[in-house]
C-alpha cells in the first residue's frame, strides 16, 4: 500500500482516525457486520475475505452476526460462533487477518432468540415468550430469571472469547429481530418481574449485558450496539420509544451502529427501490444525544455522498456492507485518487441470497468474493501472461474476460456482433428500477479504456472460418443466449406449440415490443424478469394479467429480500397476479392455465402472451468449431458465460474472470476447495 499518497483535499475527512473507546480506527470506513456465508464452517476463508477487506484500507472490519452459545443456532445460514476454544482460534485467524493491515476488528455478538430453531445444536430456542421460530415447525421455551442469568454468563463468557480471540470492538446486538429486541418488544415483552412492562424494565437486559460486557473486556476493547434508530414498529418500539433508549443509554456504549426498522423494505433493500444514502433522515438525530460516534449504513457507492454524511453530522463513521464486498479496495482508491476504478455496488443482493441459500457469498461486482483464500484470488492482482486471445461476444462474461487477460498482459481482440457492449447487461438495465446493473458494464469499459492491448470491434459478427482465420492462440466463446418460446422450463419438458405472431420472449421486449391490450407474463423463471416485464408493460397502458408457476410473484427474489416489494409494486401498477398455474394451451386469444397442484384449468384472455421461462445457450459457433476437429473442442477453444451455462449476471461475470485468470495456468492437482483448520 502507498503510504506517501495523500487524498485529495475533498476526502481528507474521510481519512481522519476515530477514537472509539480504548481504541482508534486509522480513518472513517467501517465495514459493519454482514453475513457471508462462511461463518464457522470455511474459518480460512472468512478470515482471508475480511483481511482483504483491511488491506484494501476498511478502517474497521467487523464479522457476521456471531452466535454466543448453542442455543442461537441459525442453520442452514452458517452463522460465525463464539462457543469454545476452537471458536476461539479460529476467529483468532480472522482478527489477525485484519490487524496485519493495521484496521480494527469488530465482533457482532448475537443470540438469535425465537427466531432461530437450533437445527444444528437440537437445544430449545430461548425466547421472551414462547412463539414459533422462523420457517419450521417449533417454538421458542419462554425465559424465566434463572434463563435470563445463564444469558448473561454465556454473553460475558463469549466476550472475554472475544477479548482472547484479538477482537478490539465487541457489540452488543438489540436489533433485526433477535432476543434482546424480543424484550424491547411492546407487543411481545408481557413479563411482570422487572424485564417486562416499562420502557426501563424492556431495556434492562440491555443496559445489563452492556455493563456487563464492558466489565468483561476491561480496557482492552471498545463496546458497541447495533439499534433500530426509528424503533421496531409501532407494535413493538415506537420511534419516540427508540429516542428514549438512546438517550437514555446515550454513553454507556462506545459505539451506536445505526439500522432501521424496515430491514428488506429500506436498510437491506435493493437498487431496484432504494436509492444510495436512504437511511439518513432517520438516524441523523442520534448524534444530537451522545458524545460517542456513530456509524450508519447506506449502501454508499460515492465519495462525495461519504463526505456529505460526515461533515452534515450525520455520522463519524461511514457503514458500508454490499460497497464493500463490491469493491474490497474502495477506501484505498479514494485515497489514491482512483476513483474511476471503483467497483460500484449495484444493490442487486445476490450477496445476500447466496447466504441466505446456506452458501459463501459472492458478488456480481466482484468475482473474487469469497475466493481469496480458496482459489488465492486478489480483486487487484492478476498473473502476468502472454500470448493472443480472441473473445467472441462483449457481454459480461466477455467484458470481465477481457478486462482481466488486458491486465494480465495479453494481446487481446473483442469481437461484438452488436453495435454496442454489454450485451444483456445493457438490455436488462432498461427495465424499471434496474438502472445501476448497468455498473457491470461502465466499469468494465472503463477499465479496457485503460488498456492499450485490448481492441474491441463492433458489428463484428464471426464465422466459424473468421475465427480460424484470425489465428488466435485462445479463443473464447462468450455468444449468450436467448429466450425459449415453447415454454419449456423448470415446469414443462415438453414444448409446445403456439401462434408465432401471438407469443413474445424477454428478447422481443428488451429490443422494444410493447403489446398492447391484453397481455398474459407467464413466469417460469421466477425471479426479476417476469415482473419486471409485466410492470414495464402495464405502465405502458396494458392490462397485463402476472402468471406464475409459483406461489408467490417472482419467488427467487425471496433470497434477495426484495420478494414483498416486488408483489407489492405488482399490485400498485394493476396488474393481475395468479400463482401456481401452469400454461396448458394458447390459441392466440385465449390461454389456458392448469393448477400446478390440479384442482379446475382457467382460461384468460390474452391478445399476446410473453413468456419467461428458460434460455438456450447461444453455442452455434462453438459447435461449428468442434465439428471441424471432431466431437471435442479444439484446443484453446472454450465457451464462457451464457454461451455455456445460463444463468444471472454474477455467474456470467464469474465464468469470464476464471477463464480469464486460469488461461494457460497450471493449476495445482490438490485444489483448495474443501478448507479446513
Keep these: 500500500m502507498d503510504q506517501v499518497t495523500q487524498p485529495d483535499a475533498r476526502y481528507r475527512v474521510l481519512f481522519d482516525p476515530v477514537q472509539i473507546g480504548p481504541v482508534i480506527a486509522r480513518n472513517r470506513f467501517y465495514q459493519v457486520p454482514h453475513c457471508t456465508g462462511m461463518g464457522y464452517s470455511l474459518p480460512r476463508t472468512l478470515a482471508a475475505m475480511r483481511g482483504m477487506k483491511a488491506a484494501g484500507g476498511w478502517g474497521v472490519v467487523c464479522t457476521e452476526y456471531c452466535s454466543i452459545h448453542p442455543t442461537s443456532d441459525d442453520l442452514p445460514h452458517p452463522f460465525a460462533s463464539l462457543w469454545d476454544e476452537g471458536d476461539t482460534r479460529n476467529l483468532a485467524a480472522l482478527a489477525e487477518a485484519v490487524h496485519e493491515?493495521?484496521?480494527?476488528?469488530?465482533?457482532?455478538?448475537?443470540?438469535?432468540?425465537?427466531?432461530?430453531?437450533?437445527?444444528?445444536?437440537r437445544q430449545p430456542t430461548l425466547g421472551v415468550r414462547s412463539m414459533p421460530s422462523h420457517g419450521e415447525p417449533v417454538q421458542s421455551q419462554p425465559m424465566d430469571r434463572r434463563d435470563i442469568r445463564e444469558l448473561r454468563r454465556w454473553h460475558v463468557e463469549a466476550a472475554r472469547r472475544a477479548r482472547a480471540a484479538g477482537f478490539d470492538i465487541v457489540y452488543v446486538y438489540p436489533a433485526h429481530g433477535y432476543l434482546l429486541w424480543e424484550f424491547l418488544s411492546r407487543s411481545l415483552n408481557g413479563r411482570s418481574d422487572e424485564y417486562g412492562g416499562s420502557l426501563e424494565n424492556r431495556t434492562r437486559l440491555l443496559r445489563e449485558l452492556l455493563q456487563e460486557t464492558r466489565e468483561a473486556v476491561g480496557d482492552k476493547c471498545a463496546v458497541a450496539t447495533r439499534f433500530s434508530a426509528?424503533?421496531?414498529?409501532?407494535?413493538?418500539?415506537?420511534?419516540?420509544?427508540?429516542?428514549?433508549?438512546?438517550?437514555?443509554?446515550?454513553?454507556?456504549?462506545?459505539?451506536?451502529?445505526?439500522?432501521?426498522?424496515?430491514?428488506?423494505g429500506q436498510e437491506m433493500a435493493t437498487s431496484r427501490f432504494v436509492p444510495e444514502a436512504s437511511l439518513e433522515e432517520k438516524v441523523r438525530y442520534v448524534k444530537a444525544l451522545t458524545t460517542k460516534p456513530v456509524v450508519s449504513v447506506g449502501r454508499f457507492t460515492s465519495p462525495d455522498t461519504m463526505v456529505r454524511q460526515v461533515r452534515s453530522g450525520v455520522m463519524d463513521l461511514v457503514g458500508a456492507a454490499r460497497p464493500s464486498i463490491a469493491d474490497p479496495f474502495l477506501p484505498e482508491k479514494i485515497r489514491t485518487g482512483r476513483l474511476e476504478d471503483i467497483r460500484e455496488c449495484i444493490g442487486c443482493n445476490v450477496c445476500y441470497a447466496y447466504n441466505y441459500r446456506g452458501a459463501a457469498i459472492r458478488c456480481?461486482?466482484?468475482?473474487?468474493?469469497?475466493?481469496?483464500?480458496?482459489?488465492?484470488?486478489?480483486?487487484?492482482?492478476v498473473p502476468p501472461g502472454s500470448g493472443s486471445v480472441l473473445i467472441?461476444?462483449?457481454?459480461?462474461?466477455?467484458?470481465?474476460?477481457?478486462?482481466i487477460l488486458g491486465k494480465r498482459g495479453f494481446r487481446v481482440s473483442v469481437a461484438e456482433a452488436r453495435n454496442a457492449a454489454?450485451?444483456?447487461?445493457?438490455?436488462?438495465?432498461?427495465?424499471?428500477?434496474?438502472?445501476e446493473w448497468g455498473r457491470v458494464r461502465d466499469y468494465r469499459l472503463g477499465q479496457l479504456r485503460g488498456l492499450a492491448n485490448v481492441t474491441v470491434y463492433f458489428e463484428s459478427k464471426l464465422t466459424a472460418s473468421d475465427v480460424r482465420e484470425f489465428g488466435a492462440d485462445h479463443v473464447l466463446i462468450a455468444t449468450g443466449a436467448h429466450w425459449r418460446r415453447d415454454a419449456t422450463g423448470r415446469s414443462r419438458a415438453q414444448p409446445l406449440a403456439f401462434p408465432a405472431a401471438k407469443v413474445l420472449t424477454p428478447d422481443d421486449i428488451l429490443a422494444g415490443a410493447r403489446p398492447g391490450g391484453s397481455v398474459v407474463v407467464y413466469d417460469d423463471d421466477n425471479y426479476y424478469m417476469g415482473p419486471s416485464i409485466a410492470v414495464l408493460l402495464a405502465r405502458n397502458g396494458a392490462r397485463v394479467s402476472y402468471v406464475t408457476t409459483a406461489s408467490t410473484a417472482g419467488e427467487w427474489s425471496h433470497y434477495t429480500g426484495e420478494q414483498q416489494r416486488v408483489q407489492e409494486q405488482l399490485i400498485e401498477v394493476g396488474v393481475e397476479i395468479l400463482v401456481s398455474r401452469l400454461i396448458a394451451a394458447?390459441?392466440?386469444?385465449?390461454?389456458?392455465?392448469?393448477?400446478a397442484y390440479g384442482g379446475p384449468?382457467?382460461?384468460?384472455?390474452?391478445?399476446s402472451v410473453v413468456l419467461v421461462t428458460s434460455r438456450e445457450p447461444d453455442e452455434a459457433l462453438y459447435r461449428q468449431l468442434c465439428d471441424t476437429a471432431g466431437t471435442d473442442a479444439p484446443a484453446g477453444i472454450q465457451r464462457i458465460g451464457d454461451c455455456r451455462q445460463p444463468g444471472i449476471i454474477a455467474h456470467a461475470v464469474y465464468a469470464g474472470h476464471r477463464a480469464a485468470r486460469e488461461l494457460d495456468v497450471v493449476m495445482p492437482a490438490t485444489s483448495r476447495d474443501r478448507p479446513t483448520i
Excluded at 366 to 381: A, K, L, V
Excluded at 601 to 607: C, N, Q, V
Design 101 to 121: 493491515h493495521g484496521s480494527l476488528a469488530g465482533v457482532e455478538l448475537w443470540h438469535g432468540g425465537s427466531y432461530v430453531a437450533n437445527l444444528g445444536s
Design 230 to 264: 426509528d424503533g421496531h414498529g409501532e407494535e413493538h418500539l415506537s420511534g419516540s420509544e427508540a429516542r428514549d433508549v438512546i438517550g437514555a443509554l446515550a454513553e454507556l456504549p462506545d459505539l451506536w451502529d445505526l439500522v432501521v426498522s424496515d430491514y428488506y
Design 364 to 381: 456480481t461486482q466482484n468475482p473474487t468474493m469469497g475466493e481469496e483464500w480458496r482459489r488465492g484470488w486478489h480483486p487487484e492482482q
Design 392 to 403: 467472441v461476444g462483449a457481454g459480461p462474461a466477455g467484458l470481465e474476460a477481457a478486462h
Design 422 to 435: 454489454g450485451g444483456r447487461v445493457t438490455l436488462e438495465a432498461r427495465l424499471p428500477g434496474l438502472s
Design 586 to 595: 394458447y390459441d392466440g386469444t385465449t390461454i389456458v392455465l392448469d393448477g
Design 601 to 607: 384449468s382457467r382460461t384468460l384472455e390474452a391478445s
